[in-house]
C-alpha cells in the first residue's frame, strides 16, 4: 500500500496553489484554444503546466480529474460500454442543387406562414459527431453518436482533445445539466503528419481527415489519442437543465465560447434564404484554404419555437438542411501501376488513373502507398475505383467497384529488384525498400537534396532547382562531386556570375566540418531522423566507430533503436557503395564534428532513496542515472531524504518516508522528474540515462 503523507496547515497553501495553478492554466487554454487568441508564450505555458505536474507529483491526494494535467490519456481499456444520449442525435436531409434549398424554404414558409424565415447558416463540419456532457460545469461523460439514441462511451478518449474543457468557464447562467453536440476534426496538416508517421513505422494509413478523427476517437489506447491532432467544433445544445434559456439558436452560438466551447467562427445569421445561398457559395471558394474537411453548409431556423412547432421526422428535423457541396470524389479507371523511388529506397506504387476531374482539379496520379494499401483495398490494375481529394491533400483511392470488373482486371505486386538500380528489395513492414541506398540513381537527386538541407549538412544556396540541373547538366553523380565542384563549371550554367558561382563552392566547402549528427541525418538512413542521429552520434565516437562498430547488438543495446531502425541501419552500413560514398566523403576533406553532450548537474543536492523493483531501469541504473545527475543516493529514509523513489512491492522504506513527510515518487515520476527538473521531453531524459549510464 502506498502511504501518502497528511494534509498539513502548509499543505493548504499548497493545495491553493494547485488550484490557482490550475486555473491559470485554464484560462491559458481557453483563450489559446477556444479564442486562438493567447496571451502567453509557450515557454511560459509550458512552466506552468510543468509546475502544476510537479505539486500534483509530490501531493498526489490533491490530483483531481478535471486537473488540465488530465489530457494525457489513461489506462487501455479492452472495449467501450453504450450510453444513452440526453436527446436523439438526429442526422438532416441533404440537397446538392440550389432550387432544393428554395423549396426547403418555401416549405418552411408554408408550415410556419409567410414572411421571410432567420436562418443560421455553418458548415456542415466532416468529422465525428459526438455528445458531450457537463454537470455544473464539470465535463462527465462523451460518446460517439451510433445510432443516433446510444453511443459508444468514449469519455477518456475525448477528455484529451485540448480544445474540449473540462470544466466550463465559470460565467452566469451554466445549465447544472448540459449536453452539446459537437464534431470531432483532425486537421489537414495534422492528418498528413499522422500519416507520414504511421507510413513510417510501417502502419496502415487513415484514407482521409474524417476517418482519422473517428480512428483516433475509438482508440482502445487513449495515450495514442492524446497523441492524434484532435479538435472540436460545438453547434448544438441536445439538452439543458437550468441556466440560461435560449430562444434563438443564434444566441447559443454567441454563448458556447463564452462558457469555453469552441463554435466554428465561420457563422452566419441570415435574414433570407438568400444570404444562406450566398453563405454557401463562399464557403465553397473559402473551402481550400480551410485546414480541416468541410463538405457543405447546415442551414437552420434561427426561431428555436418555431422549430419545435415545426418538428422532426424519424430521424431529421424539419428545420434544418445540410446544402452540400460537389463531391470531391469521383469514380475513374485506374490503368496501371508505376513504382515511384523515393529517397530512402522506399518503392512506391502509384496509380495511373484515368483523368478525373474531382472537384475542380484533374487528378491522373494518387499514390497507392505500399503494399500493405493495395492489399486493403483489393485493387488491380484495371479496376474501377473512386479517387477522394481531400483539401489540398495528395489525392487518394479509397474504394474499389469490384461489382463492375470485367475479368481482364490484373494482380499487381511489388518486384524484388529494385526498377531503377537493380539492387535487391528489401521487405521492412509494409514497406518495399531497395537497398542501393543513395547510390541509387533514382535516389540521387532526392538525396542530394536531403544532403544539402537545412537540417542536414545546411548547404546555403542548394536547393532543389539548382540540384535538378546539376544532375540534369552532368556536372555532379552523387555528394562527393559536390565538393569537386569549381566555380569555373558553375559559370557555365545560366544565370551563374562570378561571384555567384563562387559563393555556392564557399557554402559546400564550409559544410565539410558539420556536426556529426547532422552528417548521420545527411546519410539519408531509412528511420534515422534528426533525433536518432543525434542518438547514434552520442552513441559512436566518430564515423569510423560507425563503419566499423555497427553490429545489432550494439545498436539494441540503444534504448531509441528498435528491431526495425536497427535492420535499416544495417542494411546501409552493408552496402558497400554506401561505405564507399562514405570513405570518398572523408578523402574530399569531409570531417564532422564530434559534439561534446552536456550533462546538467540536474539532481545536485537532491538525496534519493530506492525501494521495490523498478521495472524501466534496474535499481542500479537508476542509482547510477541520480549519481551521475549530481544527486545522492542513500540505502535508509531520515528527515533529510528528498524522495522516495518506489518500485512494485516496495518495503517499509516507503512507509516510513509517509511518516517522515517525505515525497514519494513511482518509477515513471521519478523519470518525469529529470525531465521535468531537465524541461525535456522523455526520450530525451532516456538518452541522457543513456548517455551517463553506458
Ligand atoms: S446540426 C439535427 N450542424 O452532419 C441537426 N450538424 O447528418 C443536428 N454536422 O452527423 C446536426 N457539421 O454531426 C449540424 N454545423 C453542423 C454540422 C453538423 C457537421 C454533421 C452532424 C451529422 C451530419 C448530418
Not at 217 to 226: F, P, V
Not at 574 to 595: C, F, M, T, Y
Request: charged share 30%; proline share 3%.
Amino acid at each position: 500500500m502506498i502511504c501518502y503523507k497528511d494534509l498539513h496547515m502548509t499543505d493548504l497553501d499548497i493545495q491553493s496553489k494547485i488550484e490557482k495553478l490550475r486555473e491559470e492554466i485554464r484560462n491559458h487554454n481557453f483563450l489559446y484554444y477556444t479564442k486562438s487568441n493567447p496571451i502567453i508564450s509557450d515557454e511560459k505555458y509550458d512552466g506552468l503546466l510543468r509546475e502544476l505536474k510537479e505539486l500534483e507529483s509530490r501531493y498526489p491526494l490533491l490530483m483531481s480529474a478535471d486537473s488540465p494535467t488530465q489530457k494525457v490519456g489513461a489506462a487501455p481499456v479492452k472495449g467501450f460500454i453504450t450510453v444513452e444520449h440526453a436527446a436523439a442525435m438526429l442526422s438532416l436531409d441533404s440537397a446538392l442543387a440550389e432550387v432544393e434549398i428554395r423549396e426547403f424554404d418555401k416549405r418552411v414558409k408554408r408550415l410556419l406562414g409567410d414572411g421571410d424565415i432567420e436562418y443560421v447558416a455553418e458548415p456542415k463540419l466532416d468529422g465525428l459527431s459526438v455528445e458531450i456532457v457537463y454537470e455544473n460545469g464539470r465535463f462527465v461523460r462523451g460518446s460517439t453518436r451510433g445510432d443516433g439514441y446510444r453511443g459508444e462511451d468514449v469519455t477518456q478518449n475525448l477528455k484529451t482533445i485540448k480544445s474540449l474543457p473540462l470544466l466550463l468557464q465559470k460565467i452566469d447562467g451554466i445549465p447544472q445539466f448540459l449536453a452539446v453536440r459537437g464534431e470531432v476534426m483532425m486537421s489537414i496538416t495534422g492528418f498528413d503528419r499522422l500519416n507520414k508517421n504511421l507510413a513510417q513505422n510501417g502502419q496502415a494509413m487513415f484514407a482521409n481527415p474524417r476517418n482519422a478523427a473517428s480512428g483516433s476517437i475509438r482508440q482502445l489506447d487513449s495515450k495514442i489519442t492524446a497523441s492524434r491532432p484532435l479538435d472540436i467544433f460545438f453547434y448544438d445544445i441536445l439538452f439543458q437543465q437550468g441556466g440560461r434559456q435560449f430562444s434563438g439558436h443564434w444566441e447559443i452560438l454567441k454563448t458556447l465560447p463564452q462558457w469555453g466551447l469552441k463554435v466554428n467562427p465561420n457563422i452566419k445569421k441570415c435574414d433570407h434564404i438568400e444570404d444562406a445561398i450566398d453563405f454557401h457559395k463562399n464557403m465553397a471558394d473559402e473551402r481550400d484554404r480551410l485546414d480541416y474537411e468541410i463538405d457543405g453548409v447546415v442551414i437552420k431556423l434561427n426561431d428555436l419555437v418555431a422549430r419545435r412547432q415545426l418538428g422532426t421526422k424519424s430521424r431529421s428535423p424539419r428545420w434544418a438542411i445540410a446544402y452540400k457541396f460537389e463531391p470531391r470524389r469521383e469514380k475513374t479507371k485506374l490503368e496501371d501501376i508505376v513504382i515511384q523511388v523515393g529517397r530512402t529506397g522506399a518503392l512506391t506504387p502509384v496509380a495511373l488513373l484515368r483523368p478525373v476531374d474531382v472537384g475542380g482539379v484533374t487528378i491522373s496520379r494518387a499514390s497507392l502507398h505500399n503494399m500493405d494499401y493495395i492489399c486493403k483495398l483489393g485493387v488491380k490494375i484495371g479496376d474501377k475505383v473512386r479517387v477522394e481529394r481531400a483539401g489540398d491533400v495528395i489525392p487518394a483511392v479509397t474504394r474499389v467497384y469490384k461489382k463492375e470488373r470485367t475479368g481482364d482486371e490484373k494482380d499487381f505486386s511489388l518486384p524484388d529488384k529494385c526498377p531503377v538500380c537493380n539492387s535487391v528489395v528489401i521487405k521492412t513492414g509494409a514497406y518495399h525498400l531497395c537497398s542501393g541506398g543513395i547510390s541509387c540513381p533514382a535516389q540521387l537527386k532526392e538525396s542530394i537534396k536531403h544532403y544539402a538541407s537545412k537540417n542536414a549538412m545546411d548547404i546555403d544556396g542548394l536547393g532543389t532547382k539548382l540540384v535538378d540541373r546539376l544532375v540534369d547538366e552532368g556536372l555532379i553523380g552523387s555528394v562527393v562531386d559536390l565538393y569537386k565542384l569549381k566555380p569555373e563549371q558553375l559559370k557555365s550554367l545560366e544565370g551563374f556570375a562570378e561571384k555567384s558561382s563562387q559563393k555556392l563552392v564557399s557554402a559546400i566547402e564550409k559544410s565539410k566540418n558539420r556536426p556529426f549528427n547532422r552528417f548521420i541525418y545527411a546519410l539519408g538512413i531509412k528511420n534515422v531522423g534528426r533525433h536518432l542521429a543525434e542518438v547514434l552520434a552520442a552513441n559512436f565516437s566518430s564515423i569510423d566507430a560507425l563503419l566499423k562498430e555497427t553490429s545489432k547488438d550494439k545498436l539494441m543495446q540503444i534504448n531509441e533503436v528498435g528491431p526495425e531502425v536497427a535492420q535499416c541501419i544495417l542494411d546501409f552500413f552493408a552496402n558497400d557503395r554506401n561505405l564507399e560514398l562514405i570513405n570518398k566523403l572523408i578523402a574530399q576533406g569531409v570531417v564532422p564534428e564530434k559534439e561534446d553532450v552536456a550533462i546538467e548537474n540536474i539532481l545536485a543536492g537532491k538525496r534519493f532513496v530506492f525501494t521495490g523493483t523498478l521495472t524501466k531501469l534496474t535499481r542500479m541504473q537508476a542509482q547510477d542515472a541520480v549519481k551521475k545527475l549530481g544527486g545522492r543516493v542513500a540505502s535508509a529514509v531520515s528527515a533529510a531524504t528528498d524522495y522516495v523513489v518506489f518500485g512494485d512491492n516496495p518495503g517499509s522504506k516507503l512507509a516510513k518516508a509517509g511518516k517522515l513527510g517525505v515525497s514519494t515518487i513511482s518509477e515513471d515520476e521519478f523519470l518525469n522528474l529529470i525531465r521535468w527538473i531537465k524541461g525535456s521531453d522523455i526520450t530525451d531524459i532516456r538518452y541522457t540515462l543513456k548517455t551517463i549510464i553506458y
